[in-house]
C-alpha cells in the first residue's frame, strides 16, 4: 500500500474536535483514568489526507498574498471530471453552486422553497445537522421511518413516504444518497420509486451527496438527478470532498442545479449572508483532492475501511450478544442496535453510552438520529484502534 493508514496521529493541541470536544455537553466525556481516548463519535477521519491535496495548499500558501481572488477555470475543470467518476458530464459552470458547507447549501435552498412552519420529508434515522437546520429555521420534520428487510438491509417505506407527503402537503425533501447514517447505498430502482413521488407531490429535493466517494467495493452510487428528466429538474445535488479526503475544517462544498429557477433562488439566499465566499486555500484543496493521486488514494482508503468495517461487523456478530448491525455499504460509519442487549439485561442506553466512554471508546449517542437503542461508531481510524476498541467494548461495556 502505497499511503499510511496504520499510524497513530496524535490530534491533540490541533484544534481537532474529535480529542478537544470532550465533556462540552454535545460529546463524550473524559474517560476514566488508564484508559486513552479512542474517537469515534465525530464523522471526520483519523487519517491524514492525500498529500496531492497537502502539496497543492503548501504551494500555494507560500506565496504571501491571500487577497480577494477568483475561481481558476482548473477548480471547475476538476469537478467536471470529477463527476464522470458517477457517469455525469456535460456539466456548466453556472450549474455550479458554492456553499461553505452542505448544511448551509440546503439552508439556501430550503428558504427559497419553504415557508417557517413548513414540513419537509426526511427519512429516519436521520442526519442530526438536518435537523437542526430544520429547527434553526422554523421548518418541522416530518420522519418516515427506514426499515430492516429480511437480510438486515434498510429499506424506505414507500408508503408511508406517500401518505405522509400526502396527509401533510409537503412540497420539500431532504433526500441522503447514500444514506447517513445507515450507509445504504440505493439500487436505482429504489431512487426511481422515491424521486416518482417527490414528482407526484412537487416537491423540490435537497440531494444530500456527500458521501458519494466512499463507496464501498461491490456498490455503485446512482447520482438521484440522472434517473429521470424530471429528477434533473427538481433536485439539487450537494457534494463535497471533506468526507471523502478529511477536510472538515476547510469548509468547501458544491452543488449542482439544472434548473435556472432552483439555482437561481438558492444562490440568492446564500448571497444574503455576504460570507458565503470559497476559500483560496479550499479551492486549491479541492484541486488536489480531485486529482489521478487523489483518486488512488481514495482507492486504497476504501480497501482499508472495508476491512475496518468487516472487523467490526464479524465482531459484532461473534462477540455481542443482543447487539446487531446492518453492514454499511458506504461511509465510514457502522450504527449498532442495542435493543436486545437492553431488553435481556435491563440497561439503559444512558447506562451503555456511559459505559463505554467511561473506558475511552468516544461513540456516539444514536437517540439525536431517532433511533432509539443505536449507537454510532466512526471506522476510520487505524485498525489497531478499531481492534482495541471493540476489545474494550466486549470487556468492559457488553458484559
Not at 418541522?140 to 427506514?146: G, I, Q, V
Not at 488514494?297 to 455481542?320: A, H, K, P, S, Y
Not at 473506558?359 to 489497531?384: I, M, S
Amino acid at each position: 500500500m502505497t499511503y499510511d493508514f496504520t499510524t497513530i496521529i496524535a490530534r491533540e493541541g490541533m484544534d481537532a474536535l474529535a480529542v478537544e470536544g470532550l465533556g462540552w455537553g454535545f460529546g463524550p466525556k473524559a474517560p476514566k483514568e488508564g484508559f486513552d481516548f479512542i474517537p469515534m463519535w465525530v464523522a471526520d477521519m483519523n487519517f491524514p489526507t492525500a498529500p496531492s491535496i497537502t502539496r497543492r495548499i503548501v504551494e500555494r500558501a507560500e506565496h504571501p498574498l491571500y487577497g480577494y481572488f477568483l475561481a481558476r477555470p482548473e477548480y471547475y475543470q476538476a469537478i467536471f471530471d470529477w463527476q464522470k467518476r458517477h457517469g455525469v458530464s456535460g456539466l456548466e459552470k453556472w450549474q455550479i453552486g458554492y456553499h461553505n458547507g452542505v448544511l448551509g447549501g440546503v439552508a439556501s435552498l430550503m428558504k427559497a422553497f419553504t415557508a417557517p412552519g413548513d414540513k419537509v420529508l426526511m427519512h429516519s434515522p436521520a442526519y442530526i445537522g438536518f435537523s437542526h437546520v430544520l429547527e434553526d429555521l422554523g421548518r418541522r420534520a416530518e420522519l418516515s421511518p427506514m426499515k430492516k428487510d429480511a437480510d438486515g438491509v434498510w429499506r424506505m417505506d414507500f408508503e408511508d413516504m406517500e401518505r405522509r407527503l400526502a396527509e401533510n402537503h409537503i412540497h420539500f425533501a431532504i433526500f441522503c444518497s447514500p444514506h447517513n447514517p445507515t450507509g445504504r447505498v440505493w439500487e436505482r430502482w429504489e431512487i426511481e420509486r422515491a424521486m416518482a413521488l417527490f414528482e407526484q407531490y412537487d416537491c423540490v429535493v435537497a440531494a444530500d451527496e456527500i458521501w458519494s466517494d466512499l463507496i464501498l467495493p461491490g456498490h455503485v452510487h446512482i447520482p438521484t438527478q440522472s434517473v429521470s428528466g424530471d429528477a434533473r429538474r427538481r433536485t439539487v445535488a450537494f457534494y463535497s470532498p471533506s468526507k471523502g479526503f478529511n477536510l472538515s475544517g476547510l469548509w468547501n462544498s458544491y452543488s449542482i442545479a439544472y434548473d435556472r429557477t432552483l439555482q437561481d433562488r438558492m444562490v440568492k439566499q446564500g448571497d444574503m449572508t455576504h460570507y458565503n465566499s470559497l476559500n483560496v486555500l479550499s479551492m486549491h484543496a479541492l484541486i488536489g483532492a480531485y486529482s489521478e493521486e487523489g483518486a488512488e488514494w481514495l482507492r486504497q482508503l476504501l480497501d482499508v475501511l472495508q476491512g475496518n468495517i468487516d472487523l467490526v461487523c464479524d465482531f459484532v456478530r461473534d462477540e455481542l450478544p443482543g447487539v446487531t448491525v446492518s453492514r454499511p455499504q458506504s461511509t465510514y460509519l457502522v450504527f449498532l442496535s442495542c435493543d436486545g442487549y437492553a431488553a435481556r439485561t435491563g440497561r439503559s442506553m444512558d447506562d451503555i453510552i456511559s459505559a463505554a466512554w467511561d473506558v475511552g471508546v468516544g461513540l456516539q449517542d444514536g437517540r439525536p438520529f431517532f433511533e432509539p437503542f443505536g449507537l454510532r461508531l466512526n471506522l476510520a481510524l487505524p485498525r489497531t484502534r478499531v481492534q482495541e476498541a471493540m476489545r474494550r467494548l466486549k470487556e468492559y461495556v457488553f458484559v
